[in-house]
């Protein structure tokens, strides 16, 4: 656990060692364009932020000689905002999963006691085994769904439906699902690929002046209840997706058997050519089948019997 947490932080053998780091921004392949709401940004150079370190993961090893052309535009500004963006990341630091299960979760759950944030956008993350993250806000009993995404789709900011106001006294939540079936391996959290992750990142703005207050992470486990309401809302939440995706793939089988349906049809009904006649003889206008020694002999058969 202790290992794994430096590793993730890279407190140890990182870029920037014995530093408590924070995550700022994370893209993937694929992911669109995401822009900031107004009069917000990241405060840096006077702040608690002293230098910038752009990290690229690769899931694939490169030849030696693979030039690499990745990175990021930084623009920056010397007029200060009235908001500063911030990240608020649930991260499990440790877990245990066993082969052969469907259903397979570990929750997070922080009491939060700092300043008031307004979450405007989530990221998950997760590797091959995990299907769902999601997090809640719990306001006096009162539950409200922060995000939920299949953490396999594009890995990227998502903006909220709307703008989520979390307080002093709220309580947070998080649940990263998984699915082991298949496997024959117990699987751990860890940092490779081989590992598995829990992540889910709370994209936030506050006052200026109050960022430095801002508690940073959670990674306490402990398991909770969804209140049946909120989990009507959440099933429906995955059902719609889940709706989406079975239309797809209706849509998919039915053209393939549609597609297949030609070519047994084409292989196995009789074939014709259609010729019409020239100055010379017949002149081969079409044939739905390209076997040129068929048509030869079609060719020959029809221009004898003119």
Known sequence: KQWYQRRVRGLDGGTCKDSDGIILWAWALDAPKFSFPGNVSIEVGGSRIRYLVAQLHFKLAQPADYKD???????????????????????????????????????????????????FAYRTHGHTHARRISGWRDHGGDWTMLGSRDPNLSEMFVKTDEIHVIQSGDTLYARCEYDTRGENRTITIGSTHHDEMCNLYLMYYTESDKIKTI????????????????????????????????????????????????????????????????????EKLFSPMDDEDEDEILYRSYKHSY
């Open 215 to 282: 508690a940073p992470e959670c990674t306490e486990l402990h398991n909770f209840v969804v209140p049946g309401g909120q989990r009507h809302w959440y099933d429906e939440y995955v059902k719609g997706e889940g709706l989406i995706r079975s239309i797809v793939i209706v849509l998919i089988v039915v053209l393939g058997l549609f597609a297949i349906s030609i070519c047994v049809k084409a292989y196995f009904c009789p074939r014709t050519a259609y010729y019409t006649k020239g100055n010379d003889g017949f």
């Open 69 to 119: 052309t990745s990175g990021v535009d930084v623009f920056f500004d010397t007029s200060p905002t009235k908001y500063s963006a911030g990240i608020y990341l649930f991260m499990a630091l440790e877990g245990t999963f066993p082969p052969g299960n469907k259903d397979i979760h570990l929750d997070l759950r922080c009491n939060y006691t700092s300043p008031d944030i307004n979450v």
